[in-house]
T-cell receptor, first 112, second 112 residues
Framework: GENVEQHPSTLSVQEGDSAVIKCTYSDSASNYFPWYKQELGKRPQLIIDIRSNVGEKKDQRIAVTLNKTAKHFSLHITETQPEDSAVYFC???????????FGAGTQVVVTP | DSGVTQTPKHLITATGQRVTLRCSPRSGDLSVYWYQQSLDQGLQFLIH???????AKGNILERFSAQQFPDLHSELNLSSLELGDSALYFCASSVSSGTAQYFGPGTRLLVL
């Protein structure tokens, strides 16, 4: 089955700096890659997603890149703000199965 | 607010008991997924229903079962509860397999 590895497990950044989280997946059939942000005690919130036919996608300060050959994808957050502090999860899925295989999560702390 | 609702928000019960968690998907979504989140296991996929039919199973214990009703709401039944079943249980919904999944607020289960 699919296995998703996520690094780093914790990430501390100064406000205004950039943050990068990397994930690798094992199943070459995976073709949908969402990212979720989860604040303490709350639901995972979809922040951006990318499909396998796209190499990069941006939404304001957030971008995701996908390298299908290397089977890895990354989340980039620019100009970080204290409200970006949360746990971020990457996930991989296939259109046919639908189930999300999550990475272990990255705790991001943005210090003012 | 994702549009996905879950009840109850909190549940405290004893070992050996049975509980039912309820989920109502976003309007128009036919797929419902159940995930378990615990500190040591992260976000784990349990089961996926599409328009009333089971589509995929993850590492769901035999003591757990689910169903999706004609009005598309879903219930997750947990029986013979053990201390290790204490976790956050999320449901998510999507239009179909392989599309964006939106999570409900979760049910926090504590087994004493």
């Amino acid at each position: 089955g699919e296995n998703v590895e996520q690094h780093p497990s914790t990430l501390s950044v100064q406000e205004g700096d950039s943050a990068v989280i990397k994930c690798t997946y094992s199943d070459s059939a995976s073709n949908y890659f969402p990212w979720y942000k989860q604040e303490l005690g709350k639901r995972p919130q979809l922040i951006i997603d990318i499909r396998s036919n796209v190499g990069e996608k941006k939404d304001q300060r957030i971008a995701v890149t996908l390298n299908k050959t290397a089977k890895h994808f990354s989340l980039h957050i620019t100009e970080t703000q204290p409200e970006d502090s949360a746990v971020y999860f990457c996930a991989a899925s296939t259109y046919s199965w639908g189930k999300l295989q999550f990475g272990a999560g990255t705790q991001v702390v943005v210090t003012p | 607010d994702s549009g996905v609702t879950q009840t109850p928000k909190h549940l405290i019960t004893a070992t050996g008991q049975r509980v039912t968690l309820r989920c109502s998907p976003r309007s128009g979504d036919l797929s419902v997924y159940w995930y378990q989140q615990s500190l040591d296991q992260g976000l784990q996929f349990l089961i996926h229903y599409y328009n009333g039919e089971e589509r995929a199973k993850g590492n769901i214990l035999e003591r757990f079962s689910a169903q999706q009703f004609p009005d598309l709401h879903s219930e997750l039944n947990l029986s013979s509860l053990e201390l290790g079943d204490s976790a956050l249980y999320f449901c998510a919904s999507s239009v179909s397999s392989g599309t964006a999944q939106y999570f409900g607020p979760g049910t926090r289960l504590l087994v004493l």
